[in-house]
């Protein structure tokens, strides 16, 4: 195929949208539904994978396509950092939609049609986001993937459902609308422009109070890099099915959050301009507190999709720091763990998800001595856990290093020990889990008699291994996810280019 | 034929008013109406693009020259608001003869056009002459059309509305009456143009400032600013749905028409804004407005209630932006009034097609709507999520061009309120959606609306997303009509 790569960032955008037409078409033949799906995810990748080679080759694309209001544009222009967002946007969308199809079916769940459509949908606007040439267009991809993701957050159709729904929509929207939309109105008149340019688009002579007010708006605005204390939509958004906390509310929406504040941070601040404005400071220390807090939080919950989300607001504030870190490591650590976090948080939800369609349990105290009948769902769950922490052989190892290096070169000590502690926390509310899985009768951490009286119960009940693994596709995409998360220790080089390509315009 | 276009706008549908009643037949005088709007439509269009072109028309009606006989006066202006007017008219009177059907008794039907029309031409009229006296006439026959459009609504309430709209609008018309007055007694003249060449000699005068003060609040009344809003919920929740239709999107608009029209071009910026202390208090009451009547549309139960709230929110908008008094404000204004007029008339349609199906319009009636009438509830989120400025609907263009004329003066807290408002936006809007897609359905199965509903509301519809990503047109009437209240003076 002969397809220009103008042409082919234009259908990277389109194709998702328009296979919603064929999905909503074939929508009585669930196989025929699916195909539709798994070949367009097929085809995206396809796309992107040959962008990126002609990023490689140093080419660069751009696409124009309408002027909204005078100097208002909606275009598109490759470069590293969205091109990393989009390869992993794409390839999860595939791994999760060949879980999806295990986790629906086997979970019976209602109106499977507009799950996929309202999913496809989303990607698309991920798409979009991540190769946005302006804050505008962004702005726009933004909030199609907020309202695009309010139907799949409250599938279920409950009131518990509604009720998480109604967070979700109220701080999303709220934030993007009061701070984000404001802050970009500001941007617009202050710099006269919102194209993203190496180095930022603010004129030296800014007045640093005005420029430090804005970068405010702009991470208060940016509701999806889910900073405390606007983190409440992530938890209320668990209430989904499984594939869409797991591909959406650990990958693509919250990914698109912080996406989002780095793209702020080193194309329209500059990483020079970010390092000296009065409010910078104060920011890092309110990522770090949602990084500690949430990490905090995360331990006293017994629901494990709870946990996880609580687990991601904590993550995602590493990166956060790490773009306003300012300095080239930062940037680097935060891009790469945009990445080594999507693997690891993806499969521990598809495990969760796994757990909840197999055995019915969503409970982290009903699942000691699961470990027997899943036992290559809790290794995965065991790896994935690793990489979240930071420890090798997983690929958190390598985004955690440069982003401890960060801290350590701009001599943000107070950082640095919160990144360690979080990092020990992770260890004591993710680690227990397989551990109490594959061992249940080892009971040494818990003091609580009724959990004890539950264990002693479900060890007796179940001398029988009964394997009872997630139903195939399911378990495929939880294999393929945990190899990423390997793959990505031996072999980061690519990832690592990609992150520190995101810079090279500075030098 | 050209030269006598301004005329004929306003001739067009007042002729056809009365020849309706000779027509007999209903279904013959809906086609007679729709053709005479459409033909109001086409007149304008070519108005608009005269403007554009060749700049202002002035035309001597019967001949006699300007300050002593009427003369009609179009400008960018008046030419986009009489585009907005004429071209909702025709586009709701589209889905006028299903939903009357079922609202108004079959004996009145033709005396619902003949006033249909009457109500347009008199907006035309306001809209169209340069005469300040003629003013006052069209906005009585406008006015009293649209009180006996209201009481044909089918609920009791309708008479009560429509009592209460009828003493605050002639409150409202008196007090214009007497500025005029007030005015002709110090200039000797009611030609607009030339009462603004002869205003600034007499403008120290204490009759003047009454003059202003009596024209300035007989305006707000018939705009339903804040706090003089209280007869329009009842007036648009209880009268036929068609009407509020067309209400909702054209008569406020008129009377913000007016109060541009006489703050900037008669009485002068320098007078309207130096003089007078009126930025400040249009601001804070705009604010105050967009305030309080968003709060109050999130606990209504009745959704034309709830949005006809939302209508005097929305004009909140508008009034901080002329409140601005730059440019790029009143461009916003003139905006947010051509957008909001096709955000409001396509929600209000779709709920005149509710009615038609479901009987009425309580929030409790819509349970499960969204999958009966899958056509006509996505209008409604679609015209919402516009109403709220979701980016590439109309409701964004307008809100960005609001932002951007605060930003520009420095008024950083008040436009964080503005976006704060529009939250409350999402409140409301949000309030329908849950209610008709995640509630079951109670009651008989529903089908969805007719065709002839669903063409002109989803061409509105799509006239939202049109307008909120083409902004050419727009954008360029608009701000082409605030330039030239800036420059020289009409």
């Known amino acids: 195929m002969n397809l220009s790569l103008e042409l082919m960032l234009q259908l990277a955008i389109i194709l998702p949208l328009l296979s919603t037409l064929a999905i909503a078409a074939t929508g009585h033949y669930p196989n025929f539904r699916e195909g539709v799906t798994i070949t367009t995810c097929l085809l995206l990748i396809f796309l992107v994978v040959n962008l990126y080679q002609g990023l490689s080759a140093g080419e660069t694309i751009r696409v124009f396509w309408w002027e909204l209001l005078p100097g208002l544009t909606i275009s598109f222009d490759i470069e590293p950092l969205g091109m990393l967002f989009a390869l992993i946007a794409s390839f999860l969308w595939l791994v999760t939609t060949c879980y999806a199809i295990g986790y629906m079916r086997s979970h019976q769940e209602q109106n499977q049609t507009r799950f996929y459509v309202c999913f496809a949908i989303a990607i698309g606007a991920v798409m979009g986001l991540a190769f946005s040439a302006n804050l505008f267009t962004l702005f726009i991809f933004y909030e199609v993937l907020t309202l695009s993701t309010y139907p799949l957050v409250t599938h279920a159709g409950t009131e518990k459902a509604k009720k998480g729904g109604r967070t979700y929509l109220g701080i999303l929207l709220t934030t993007s609308i009061v701070f984000f939309l404001l802050a970009i109105v500001s941007t617009w008149f202050v710099a006269g422009t919102l194209d993203f340019k190496q180095g930022g688009i603010f004129a030296d002579d800014v007045d640093k109070m005005i420029a430090g007010t804005l970068l405010v708006l702009f991470i208060f605005g940016i509701g999806k890099a889910a900073i405390m204390p606007f983190h409440r939509w992530l938890p209320a958004a668990m209430v989904a099915p499984t594939p869409v906390s797991s591909l959406l509310h650990a990958v693509a929406v919250v990914k698109a959050g912080v996406f989002t504040v780095l793209k702020v941070c080193v194309f329209i601040f500059g990483l020079d301009l970010l390092a000296v404005l009065p409010t910078t400071q104060f920011l890092l220390y309110l990522a770090g507190a949602s990084v500690l807090l949430a990490s905090i939080i995360a331990m006293r919950q017994d629901n494990l999709k709870a946990r996880l989300a609580y687990s991601t607001v904590s993550q995602l504030g590493y990166i956060t720091i790490g773009a306003l870190l300012a300095t080239s490591s930062g940037v680097i650590g935060s891009s790469m763990h945009i990445a080594m976090h999507a693997f690891g948080k993806i499969t521990l939800f598809f495990c969760a998800g796994a757990i909840l369609v197999t055995l019915h349990k969503s409970k982290i105290s009903e699942m000691r001595g699961i470990g027997r009948q899943m036992p290559l769902t809790m290794i995965a769950f065991f790896i994935a856990s690793l990489s979240i922490i930071g420890v090798p052989p997983t690929g958190g190892t390598w985004s955690k290093w440069y982003l401890m290096m960060g801290t350590i070169e701009t001599e943000q000590f107070v950082l640095m020990v919160i990144l360690m502690l979080s990092s020990l926390l992770n260890i004591a509310y993710l680690l227990p889990i397989p551990f109490h899985a594959f061992f249940p009768n080892l009971i040494a951490f818990k003091t609580s008699k009724k959990l004890i009286n539950i264990s002693e119960a479900s060890g007796n009940r179940s001398p029988s291994f009964e394997i009872k693994e997630a139903p195939l596709p399911s378990l495929i995409a939880i294999i393929v996810t945990t190899l990423g998360c390997l793959t990505l220790f031996i072999y980061p080089q690519p990832l690592f280019d990609l992150a520190s390509a995101v810079l090279s315009g500075r030098e | ?490």
């Open chain 2, 1 to 490: 034929m050209i030269a006598h276009l301004p005329i004929l706008q306003v001739i067009i549908p007042l002729m056809a008013a009365p020849i309706c009643l000779m027509l007999k037949r209903t279904q013959l005088v809906w086609l007679f109406s729709l053709l005479t709007s459409g033909l109001a439509f086409a007149v304008s269009v070519l108005l608009l693009q005269q403007v554009m072109t060749s700049g202002l028309i002035s035309y001597e009606l019967g001949g006699w020259q300007a300050p002593w006989g009427i003369e009609y006066r179009i400008d960018k202006l008046n030419a986009f608001l009489l585009l907005i007017i004429s071209g909702i008219s025709t586009i709701v009177l589209f889905a006028a003869q299903t939903s009357i059907e079922k609202e108004i008794p079959k004996d009145k039907h033709i005396y619902f056009y003949v006033l249909y029309l009457l109500s347009l031409t008199g907006m035309l009229g306001i809209v169209a002459t340069g005469d300040a006296f003629n003013v006052f006439v069209f906005l009585e026959i406008s006015s009293l059309s649209a009180y006996a459009l209201i009481a044909m609504g089918k609920n009791k309430q309708a008479l009560w509305a429509s009592y209460q709209y009828l003493i605050m609008g002639t409150i409202g018309a008196t007090f214009i009456l007497i500025g005029i007055g007030l005015m002709y007694q110090m200039t000797g003249t009611l030609n607009m143009y030339d009462l603004s060449q002869r205003l600034p000699e007499v403008a120290q005068s204490r009759t003047v400032f009454a003059a202003f003060a009596f024209v300035i609040v007989g305006v707000c009344l018939k705009l339903a600013l804040f706090p003089l809003h209280l007869w329009l919920p009842n007036a648009y929740a209880y009268a036929p749905s068609i009407v509020t239709a067309f209400f909702a999107a054209t008569a406020t608009k008129v009377a913000i028409y007016l109060l541009i029209r006489f703050t900037f071009s008669v009485f002068g910026l320098s007078f309207s804004f130096t003089t007078i202390p009126l930025q400040t208090l249009f601001m804070a009451l705009g604010l105050i407005g967009i305030f309080v009547a968003s709060f109050a549309a999130i606990f209504q139960s009745n959704i034309k209630h709830l949005f006809a709230y939302s209508s005097i929110a929305q004009i909140g908008y508008m009034i901080v932006g002329f409140s601005i008094s730059s440019v790029t404000g009143l461009t916003a204004t003139l905006l947010h009034l051509f957008n909001h007029a096709l955000m409001k008339s396509a929600i209000f349609l779709a709920l005149a097609a509710v009615v038609f199906r479901v009987g009425n319009v309580q929030l409790n009636s819509l349970r499960g709507l969204g999958r009966q009438m899958p056509l006509t509830m996505a209008a409604i989120v679609l015209g919402g999520l516009s109403l709220i400025g979701v980016p590439l609907t109309v409701g964004f263009v307008s809100k960005w061009y609001l932002l951007i004329a605060l930003v520009e003066q420095g008024w950083w807290p008040v436009a964080g309120l503005i976006l704060l408002g529009s939250m409350l936006a999402v409140a409301y809007v949000w309030r329908i959606v849950e209610v008709a897609y995640f509630k079951e359905p109670v009651g008989p199965p529903i089908k969805e609306a007719p065709m002839s509903f669903l063409v002109p509301i989803w061409a509105l519809v799509i006239a939202n997303i049109y307008f909120g990503i083409d902004t050419r047109i727009s954008v360029q009437v608009a701000e082409a009509a605030a330039q030239s209240l800036f420059g020289v003076s009409l």
